[in-house]
Each structure stands twice: as structure tokens, then as C-alpha cells.
């Protein structure tokens, strides 16, 4: 299935912060006990994971593990850097270690649920992200909404998928994850008319994305609005010329 909202990380460290423990060597701060020198490895595994360098990723990872196999995070962790590696059963096992281990943890638990919805186990997936809805430790249910959402969408619902979308909005109305996610339904559902709105009311709230410009350009496509649909390119082009979206319309694939 998709997994445009289901990227969860594992931490909420800002790269900078991560890349700056790379001035050791070793990836370790004298003095520091082996919790916490797994927890420095946690961070160096993903930050090497979001540059795509994979081998060195899996390095951190494994001394993470080495040091506290007993973290949720550490496992959860290792579950991210296997499953990018395509190790399924060694992040099957990461995954459902950080479960056990984090189970009263709902950033834990929405990580494991994302997992289970990419590996095609979507009825688990909603369960546990439902559960993370209702757990008063979690500071932002509406995440979960639309993770719920874009997993009944990969199992076929399209209807159940729209409803967790629009719980979202209610809670955050400005969201731009549920927004998106709202609008490329609608445009798969061909209503290229309510995604354009949707775009529109994103752009009015929110700092453009190329997701949304490449959501803004199909609509307007659909719409036979040539002009629109030009002023997206020219934007999704110009301002984020890298993005896999820029390179999709150069490449020309179907819209």
C-alpha cells in the first residue's frame, strides 16, 4: 500500500542534533552508559537511513541493539532500517519486539501500526492505530486519523478512509496530511472538482509541498483547466526541482 503518511520516525530529533554526534568517531560521548549510547546510535541509524545510506544505517542499528535490545525505541528503530533494506523477517521481529516492549507507548504503537499496514495486515493496522486514537497519552490523535485512513484506503475502503479523513479535519482543520490525503481521494474517485478545492484550501494555509502541487496540477488536468494545471508545473518545477513529483511530470508519466 502507499506509504506517504504512514512514514513515522522514530525520534523527533532535528537533524542538525543528529549529524552532530557524528563528530565522534565512534558514534559514542565518553562517560555514557549503554542506554544511553544506544540512544545516540538510534539517532545516528536514522539520520544515515533519511540520507538513504542503508549499509551504514544497519552498522548503528545493530550497536544499538547490542547496547539495550530491551528499548521500544531501539527496536522500532531497527524495525524502520530493516524494512527499508527489504529484510522482511528481520523487521517483522524488530517490529513486534517494540510492540511488546512499548506497548503503553503510542508513538511506539502507531509506528508498529504503520508496519502492519504495509505489510498487508490492515485490519490489525486500524485496530492499533484506533487504540492510539483513544489513548489520552497521545498528544495528537489526528495523526493516527489519517494513518487509519490511508490504510483502509490500501485495504479498498474508500468510504471508512474519507470518514477518518474528515475526523481529522475536525480536530485539525488545517492539517496538511489530511488535506492531501482528502484531495487524492477525491481525485481517484474521480471528483477532480473537490480535489482542486482542496489544493486551494491547502495553499491558503499552508506552505506548498510538491505533493500538493502534483495533486493540484492532476485536478486541474482532470478539469481541462490547461492554464491551472500549467501554473503548477511551472511552480512544482521551480520550487522543488528534486522532488520524485518533478520527476514524474518530466518523465511525463500519466497523470
Not at 525505541?73 to 524502520?80: D, E, K, M, S
Not at 508496519?115 to 486514537?133: D, I, P, Q, T
Not at 481525485?187 to 506548498?208: C, S
Request: aromatic share 6%.
Amino acid at each position: 500500500m502507499r506509504g506517504r503518511t504512514l512514514r513515522l520516525a522514530a525520534t523527533g530529533l532535528s537533524m542538525s542534533l543528529v549529524l552532530g554526534a557524528c563528530a565522534s568517531q565512534n558514534g559514542l560521548v565518553p562517560g555514557e552508559n549503554p542506554e544511553q549510547a544506544a540512544m545516540v546510535n538510534v539517532q545516528l541509524a536514522l539520520a544515515y537511513m533519511r540520507l538513504d545510506k542503508l549499509a551504514i544505517a544497519r552498522h548503528f542499528v545493530a550497536r544499538a541493539l547490542r547496547e539495550d535490545a530491551h528499548d521500544a525505541t531501539v527496536q522500532a528503530t531497527a524495525g524502520l532500517v530493516y524494512e527499508r533494506l527489504g529484510e522482511a523477517s528481520n523487521a517483522r521481529r524488530a517490529y513486534d519486539e517494540a510492540a511488546r516492549l512499548g506497548k503503553g507507548d503510542p508513538d511506539i504503537m502507531n509506528t508498529y501500526a504503520g508496519y502492519l499496514c504495509r505489510s498487508h495486515r490492515n485490519a490489525e493496522g486500524v485496530k492499533v492505530f484506533r487504540e492510539v486514537m483513544a489513548s489520552p497519552l497521545y498528544l495528537t490523535p489526528e495523526v493516527a486519523m489519517v494513518n487509519a485512513g490511508v490504510c483502509l484506503e490500501g485495504a479498498g475502503d474508500d468510504a471508512a478512509a474519507e470518514r477518518y479523513f474528515k475526523r481529522a479535519l475536525a480536530v485539525r482543520p488545517n492539517m496538511p496530511a489530511a488535506m492531501l490525503e482528502s484531495g487524492a481521494l477525491a481525485l481517484r474517485r474521480k471528483d477532480p472538482a473537490k480535489a482542486a478545492v482542496l489544493v486551494e484550501r491547502y495553499l491558503a494555509v499552508n506552505p506548498p509541498s510538491p505533493g500538493i502541487l502534483w495533486l493540484g496540477l492532476r485536478a486541474e488536468r482532470a478539469l481541462g483547466h490547461a492554464d491551472g494545471a500549467a501554473n503548477y508545473a511551472q511552480q512544482l518545477e521551480k520550487d522543488f526541482p528534486a522532488s520524485s513529483e518533478a520527476r514524474m511530470l518530466q518523465a511525463g508519466i500519466p497523470q
